[in-house]
T-cell receptor, first 112, second 113 residues
Framework: GDSVTQMEGPVTLSEEAFLTINCTYT??????LFWYVQYPGEGLQLLLK?????DKGSNKGFEATYRKETTSFHLEKGSVQVSDSAVYFC???????????FGAGTRLFVKA | DGGITQSPKYLFRKEGQNVTLSCEQN?????MYWYRQDPGQGLRLIYY???????QKGDIAEGYSVSREKKESFPLTVTSAQKNPTAFYLC????????????FGDGTRLSIL
């Protein structure tokens, strides 16, 4: 079945460092891919999405490119801030979209 | 603004007691979902509903029940049969057209007294 694998956390960075959180997926069709962010005590918020191969999603300085050849959707940010500390979830949906498959989440800590 | 409202934000349950978590959405979405999240863990699907008066079990449905009498509402009951109910519960909704993303509420944290 479909699945999403994320790099294990926690990831600890200093402010202004470069961030990469790896995400790879397994899917039989052509899924849409998403990154969600969860701040402490809150629900998940959509951060960015990409619906087809080579699409780049971007928002708030974060970017991810849908790479079909490597089945990847890595999240990147050039300069992280303390306020980016959160848990990040990679996810996919397809087949009419009723089921979304989530990765296990990666916790990011950013130190001042 | 459209969104999903979960209530209460914090809930306490005594042993042997059923409790119901509320989830209401005004996004006009057909599909709704309940997830459970344990500390430091990912999301696990409890139940989902694709349309009014219909719902399906997710991966961890035992000890939980739901109803979907209205499009806007998808309450979750945590029954006394759920032996370890302490967790963070998230409700989500979805317009399934074109693989759109799920929208989430702010969650309810349930604890055992």
């Amino acid at each position: 079945g479909d699945s999403v694998t994320q790099m294990e956390g926690p990831v600890t960075l200093s402010e202004e460092a470069f961030l990469t959180i790896n995400c790879t997926y397994t899917a039989t069709g052509y899924p849409s891919l998403f990154w969600y962010v969860q701040y402490p005590g809150e629900g998940l918020q959509l951060l960015l999405k990409a619906t087809k191969a080579d699409d780049k999603g971007s928002n708030k300085g974060f970017e991810a490119t849908y790479r079909k050849e490597t089945t990847s959707f890595h999240l990147e940010k050039g300069s992280v801030q303390v306020s980016d500390s959160a848990v990040y979830f990679c996810a996919l949906s397809q087949g009419g979209g009723f089921k979304t498959i989530f990765g296990a989440g990666t916790r990011l800590f950013v130190k001042a | 603004d459209g969104g999903i409202t979960q209530s209460p934000k914090y809930l306490f349950r005594k042993e042997g007691q059923n409790v119901t978590l509320s989830c209401e959405q005004n996004l006009n979405h057909d599909a709704m979902y309940w997830y459970r999240q344990d500390p430091g863990q990912g999301l696990r699907l409890i139940y989902y509903s694709q349309i009014v008066n219909d719902f399906q079990k997710g991966d961890i449905a035992e000890g939980y029940s739901v109803s979907r009498e209205k499009k806007e509402s998808f309450p979750l009951t945590v029954t006394s049969a759920q032996k370890n109910p302490t967790a963070f519960y998230l409700c989500a909704s979805l317009d399934p057209a074109n693989n759109q993303p799920q929208h989430f509420g702010d969650g309810t944290r349930l604890s055992i007294l």
